[in-house]
């Protein structure tokens, strides 16, 4: 299944070091989202893109920065990470309906994220 | 606010057993879609199945079954003479239009349930 692609699948960063982290999805789809999964907490959602604009941002740091260039691509870029961001970063894309209800999400393996 | 529990934190069983994952989920909306993930090591999210809230009829996949049932809010997972490839964590997750809706399928995850299956 190569709906929703994600590179790299795995990032070991310092504190000083910028990088960026890349979704891409074929399915079509009109939204895209990207997730923060932390050892033994739940799924977070980060940020929401819905038709190439920003439709939610959870509290997240300014470390962290999306971009949505269009509709099959989402970028984290990511700038003077700490060591509490290590984490697995998942990005998922749905098809929005009119309700914005029952959209079903469609996920990307992930990138591994360590911050050193 | 909606909310999804998922009191199991770890099941383990072996090989050929059956296995349910319990999910309760809280919401005061009508309409409501509940959802079934599968996360194997991976990493990957498996989307597994999607049911509206009026829609209660049980579902079978394969070794796969769902059992909705709207009167204890509840949507169990049940995985007939489970198999090794079966070990995963499966995220129960709950779309619900909340408080003056969203423009898109908000998700709203449970903590998720590691099963393991031993062979």
């Known amino acids: 299944e190569t709906g929703v692609t994600q590179t790299p699948r795995h990032l070991v960063m310092g504190m000083t070091n910028k990088k960026s982290l890349k979704c891409e999805q074929h399915?079509?789809?009109?939204?895209m989202y990207w997730y923060k999964q932390s050892a033994k907490k739940p799924l977070e959602l980060m940020f929401v893109?819905?038709?190439?604009?920003?439709?939610e941002n959870n509290s997240v740091p300014s470390r962290f920065s999306p971009e949505c260039p269009n509709s099959s691509h989402l970028f984290l870029h990511l700038h003077t990470l700490q060591p509490e961001d290590s984490a697995l970063y998942l990005c998922?894309?749905?098809?929005?309906?009119?309700?914005?209800?029952?959209?079903?999400?469609?996920f990307g393996p992930g990138t591994r994220l360590t911050v050193l | 606010a909606q909310k999804v529990t998922q009191a199991q934190t770890e099941i383990s069983v072996v090989e050929k057993e059956d296995v349910t994952l319990d999910c309760v989920y809280e919401?005061?909306?009508?309409?409501?879609?509940l959802f079934w993930y599968k996360q194997p090591p991976s990493g990957e999210l498996v989307f597994l199945i999607r049911r509206n809230s009026f829609d209660e009829q049980n579902e079978i996949s394969g070794r796969y079954s769902w059992n909705f049932q709207k009167s204890t809010s509840s949507f169990n997972f049940t995985i007939t003479a489970s198999q090794v490839v079966d070990s995963a964590v499966y995220f129960c997750?709950?779309?619900?239009?909340?408080?003056?809706?969203?423009?898109?399928?908000?998700?709203?995850f449970g903590q998720g349930t590691i099963l393991t299956v031993h062979p």
């Open positions: 893109y819905s038709l190439e604009e920003r439709v």
């Open positions: 399915l079509g789809h009109n939204a």
């Open positions: 998922a894309s749905s098809q929005v309906g009119l309700a914005g209800v029952g959209d079903t999400q469609y």
């Open positions: 919401t005061r909306d009508t309409t409501y879609y």
């Open positions: 997750a709950l779309g619900a239009s909340n408080a003056g809706g969203t423009s898109y399928g908000k998700l709203t």
